[in-house]
């Protein structure tokens, strides 16, 4: 039997991924690709939804890509590519978008949220539709499955509403995709602000780790953690909420369970514990960011290995719309 498809995507809107993009999506999908037919997009179509610089966005998408290779994912194995090489993706967006109702549409808490940095009147219509595009994603490579946080579980929602309306007026074409629970990775705080999940918007660089950093500046955030002006390493949200995101940390990327990491720092203090949260952080990122190094530095093998996924990915997105476009009556 085939395997299931996985379908997901990132946006390119940083010149690095940040270490809860790492924990949360990147190392999970790199999982994924083992026992599912993955397809993973760098979502540029879904970036110009807020202005965006030109040479910024062809810079971090290739950066974005590189990273994803770089953090292991399989060009022989998993559909890597950039969103807009596949210009199918629009075309369905269209479509799906006139079978989607206003207040539908209007009910998406994502916008209301990022719309409420710059107020609704000035947000693009693309961010309003951005659910509606996100959709086409999915359905246009007739996915199975598809991670998704909390976050992300309303636009799942609206997917399978819009492949369902769309198979009841126009005949069977989308698979319908079911979420798929990623691991509980809770959310990895800000470092400077353990209330705050580390985040590209996050209003201190000091509070984000991100993959391309160096291993000096990634020592020195570690060690400048907000913590408390306790002593003891103990698991404690409420009370100890700075290094209980670094237990978290240092409990995904080591994989020792948070009770041993806690027996082990026992009556050592924050220092120990913390220098050993930089030194796993630094071992984690350092090949990641050598081999994106790599990769940016050779164009010719990144070009290539877009082609490649572009073209897979192509040849599905062709194969819907051909139906798609025909149930349709063009
Ligand atoms: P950001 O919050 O920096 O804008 P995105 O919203 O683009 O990041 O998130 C991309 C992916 O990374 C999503 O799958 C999201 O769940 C995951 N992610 C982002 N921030 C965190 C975090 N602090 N902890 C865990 N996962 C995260
Ligand atoms: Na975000």
Redesign the pocket.
Known sequence: MARPRVLSG??P?ADSF?L??Y???VRQWVTLQETHDAFYCVVDLHAITVATEPAALRRRSRVAAAQLFAAGLDPERATVFVQSHVREHTELAWILICQTGMGEAARMTQFKDKSAKFGEQAASVGLFTYPILQAADILIYQANSVPV?A?QKQHLELTRDLGQRFNHRFGDTFTIPEPYILKE?E??TDLQDPSA?????SSSPAGILDVLEQPGPLRKKVMRAVTDTGSEVLFDEENKPGISNLLRIQSALTGTAIPDLVARYEGQGYGTFKKEVAEAVVETFTPIRERTEKLLADEVELDRLLAIGAERARVVARHTMAEVRDRVGF
Do not use: E, F, P
């Open positions: 990132i946006q809107t940040h809860g993009n924990l949360g999506a946080g976050d990775v959310k990895i999940k580390m985040s590209k918007s």
